[in-house]
């Protein structure tokens, strides 16, 4: 397959899979307003009925196919990608921040998410539905398949229309700048490696992380009950100045976290004499890969993006004009 027909076929495959995920997600939300559920059993749903048969089945079906690569990885590597997840987490935890302030400030509001009870919730089924199913399925669609067929463009560019249409399809505008953010480097990681395990124990971890906060926040009533910070109103500098710190520290531990995964997938090397910096290795194949590098901007990619666009718009919109989800989730 030629470059140009990959680039295409990557992005035909995405707009198939963007539709099937819509269908089967709206299918899904029909069944939950016909009456109360619990939280836990809707990310029960969505795992068992969209991400995998929607996103991870197809995916692996057409990776196999393509004969894309996959290699192992150390544990040098494995140990780089959990200290790259720190830097990641510090960053978009940051970002988002930044974002929220934002919106509140334009007088929105974020919707809430409905999380599990966690005193009622079985914690491995869980962490099944929550972090390592939609991390397993959503790698093997951004970064095994649809990465691989747009790798003729080129590593930068392709890192980033795959954090963006990653981004783009939570369809949370607020955690867009984090999750284009987190794409991107899936992305490069994916990317350098030439594997999907150091992504999907990022992608995971930043899952299972997040929700070990929410279950200690969740279960620390005292922070809650406690009247004088209840009442307690935090100055917008303030919160300000904690989210920089946050972004500065982020900003410097993934800076040195990806030079170490980079050096530990064997993708960097120095050479003074002839560029006088760090640089990303390529191979003559790579180099004769990329010589002619094509377009993504294909009709199926257009589609992609504007139906992304539309629906993040009308989730930007809720913000200013909330819908009240408290008849569905109980």
């Known amino acids: 397959m030629d470059n140009r027909n990959s680039v295409k076929s990557g992005s035909r495959f995405f707009l198939i899979l963007l539709l099937v995920y819509l269908a089967a997600s709206t299918v899904l939300s029909l069944f939950i307003t016909s009456g109360s559920i619990s939280a836990m059993w809707l990310y029960g749903l969505s795992a068992v009925f969209v991400s995998v048969p929607c996103m991870f089945v197809p995916s692996i079906a057409v990776f196999k196919k393509q004969g894309f690569i996959n290699k192992k990885v150390g544990i040098k590597t494995i140990l780089c990608s959990v200290f790259l997840l720190v830097g990641l987490y510090l960053l978009s935890t940051s970002i988002g921040s930044i974002a929220s302030?934002?919106?509140q400030l334009l007088g929105g509001h974020e919707l809430d998410t409905p999380l599990p009870n966690m005193s009622e919730a079985n914690p491995i089924l869980t962490i099944l539905f929550i972090c390592f199913i939609p991390a397993v399925a959503e790698e093997t669609m951004f970064r095994?398949?649809?990465l691989n067929f747009h790798k003729s463009l080129g590593r930068t560019k392709c890192a980033v229309i795959n954090g963006l249409l990653f981004g783009l399809m939570h369809a949370n505008p607020s955690g867009l700048p984090s999750l284009f953010l987190i794409g991107y480097f899936l992305g490069l990681v994916a990317y350098d490696s030439e594997s999907l395990y150091p992504?999907?124990?990022?992608?995971?971890l930043n899952n299972l992380v997040s929700l070990v906060l929410y279950m200690f926040m969740a279960s620390d009533t005292s922070i809650i009950s406690d009247s004088s910070?209840?009442?307690a109103e935090i100055p917008v500098w303030?919160?300000?100045?904690?989210?920089?710190?946050?972004?500065?520290?982020?900003?410097?531990?993934?800076?040195?976290?990806?030079?170490?995964?980079k050096k530990s997938v064997g993708k960097y090397e120095r050479n003074e004499e002839k560029y006088g910096v760090d640089r990303f290795f390529e191979s003559d194949e790579e180099i004769?890969?990329?010589?002619?590098?094509?377009?993504?901007?294909?009709a199926s990619f257009i589609v992609s993006i504007i139906i992304l666009v539309?629906?993040?718009?009308?989730?930007?919109?809720?913000?200013?004009?909330?819908?009240?989800l408290d008849g569905f989730f109980k």
């Open 101 to 103: 302030i934002l919106i």
């Open 144 to 146: 095994g398949v649809i």
């Open 199 to 204: 992504g999907m124990i990022i992608h995971f």
């Open 229 to 231: 910070l209840a009442q």
């Open 238 to 261: 303030l919160d300000l100045l904690i989210v920089f710190g946050m972004l500065a520290v982020g900003i410097i531990i993934t800076f040195f976290a990806y030079r170490l995964f």
């Open 288 to 298: 004769a890969l990329y010589a002619q590098r094509p377009s993504v901007a294909s």
């Open 310 to 324: 539309f629906l993040n718009a009308i989730t930007f919109m809720t913000y200013f004009w909330p819908v009240s």
